[in-house]
């Protein structure tokens, strides 16, 4: 655990080390400029070659920029070289024209009617970006509560853990037993492991998302890319563990043969339901995430928006503003919960159905021995 600790004090450290990033003005930036609520709103939603720093948009914590030009050639550099519309090394951000915004870009001479002009081009990109730091951070944080709670029972033995490790270790065995042990019965240790790290995975992200400052404020539940690849992972699990009798079911189910043959409209049915599983993993867990970050940025925005209309306006839409998202702050903390539970819940019971062997062979052992007795 000292070296987790250790690890994730040196990342931070790294990170906060060249924390005093030049802050030029831009220009048009200017005192009573009217402020423009959907690039805020997407500039904190989003991803980015920095860490915003709390009350301050033109100040960010810079990142490692890592990316491969046009000819083959690594460069790696410091994202504050190029927070500002400056250049550097040939790479910048793209404008507001670009069709590559705030994205690394680059130029590369190509040749038009016998012309060598300059053309903007996406370079290969391995940066770390502010989700991809987010999530390093989130693994190291459930490694820790996992190994955590482990090494207890390595040196007490059977003995219960109290306070932080006991509030972990009562949620590990809520989740196990309330969920994955009912549903996949003797092979719920086979794939515990996985639906566990799935849950508090998630739920780190999520309670990480609503922090303001460093570590938090990456909003990676909100971001379908992220969500996108945990349901692919799901879906793998389902389907190349997944038993003959699974396969048969999609292929060849138990239906009126009319409607397997000569149109395969079942199996074609079943095939599609496969695909829609994960699906709606996705899109449950992104939109329930991003729509709660998207309510408490809109409501701390109506105190300035309003705020053009007076000091009376300003002063009551701020109490209102403010009441409203700390409740909304401890919505989402709940939110966070459910959304980790309902992830894994679903993820526990698309993998149960895959290892359906039969009513025969599903049946339990101690109601075959009570028919063969009553016999």
């Known amino acids: 655990m000292k070296r987790l600790l250790l690890l994730l004090a040196v990342v931070c450290a790294a990170v906060l080390y060249p924390v005093h990033v030049p802050a030029s003005q831009p220009a048009g ?3 009573g ?3 423009n609520p959907k690039q805020i709103i997407f500039e904190h939603l989003g991803d980015g070659y920095g860490w915003e720093v709390p009350f301050n948009h033109h100040v960010r914590i810079p990142l490692p920029v890592i990316v491969r030009d046009y000819e083959g050639k690594w460069h790696c550099f410091s994202s504050s070289r190029i927070q500002h519309g400056e250049t550097y ?3 910048m951000l793209g404008g507001k024209e670009s069709k590559w915004h705030n994205k690394i870009v680059g130029m590369r001479p190509v040749t038009v009617d016998g012309k060598t002009v300059m053309e903007e081009y996406r370079p290969f990109d391995l940066s770390i970006t502010k989700n991809v730091l987010a999530i390093f951070i ?5 490694i820790w509560l996992v190994l955590s709670v482990a090494r207890w029972y390595a040196k007490a033995g059977y003995k219960a853990p109290r306070r932080f490790k006991g509030a972990i270790e009562a949620i590990i065995v809520f989740v196990y037993d309330g969920v994955i042990k009912p549903a996949l019965g003797v092979k719920a240790p086979k794939f515990a492991p996985y639906l566990l790290t799935v849950f508090f995975f998630i739920l780190v992200m999520n309670l ?3 922090i303001v400052i460093f570590p938090g404020g990456a909003n990676l539940t909100g971001n379908i890319a992220v969500t996108l690849v945990l349901s692919l992972i799901t879906f793998l699990v389902v389907n190349i ?4 009798h699974y396969w048969k079911e999609v292929f060849w189910p138990d239906v009126p043969w009319w409607l397997k043959f000569p149109l395969p409209i079942m199996p074609l049915i079943e095939v599609f339901g496969m695909f829609t599983k994960p699906a709606a993993l996705t899109v449950r867990l992104f ?4 729509g709660g970050h ?3 940025i809109v409501l701390t925005l109506l105190i300035f928006i309003l705020g053009a209309f007076g000091a009376a306006a300003a002063g009551a839409t701020t109490v209102v503003s403010v009441l409203f998202s700390i409740f909304m702050l401890l919505i989402d903390v709940l939110v966070s919960f459910i959304q980790a539970y309902v992830f894994t819940m679903l993820s526990t019971l698309f993998i149960s159905l895959s290892q359906e062997s039969g009513h025969k062979e599903h049946e339990p052992a101690h109601e075959a021995q009570t028919v063969k007795h009553e016999q």
């Open 33 to 35: 400029e009217k402020i």
């Open 89 to 91: 090394d040939g790479f």
């Open 294 to 296: 998207i309510i408490v």
């Open 241 to 244: 563990f997944g038993t003959k």
């Open 287 to 290: 939109a329930n995430m991003m």
């Open 138 to 142: 989130s693994v190291i944080i459930v």
């Open 29 to 31: 930036d200017a005192e």
């Open 208 to 210: 990480l998302g609503l």
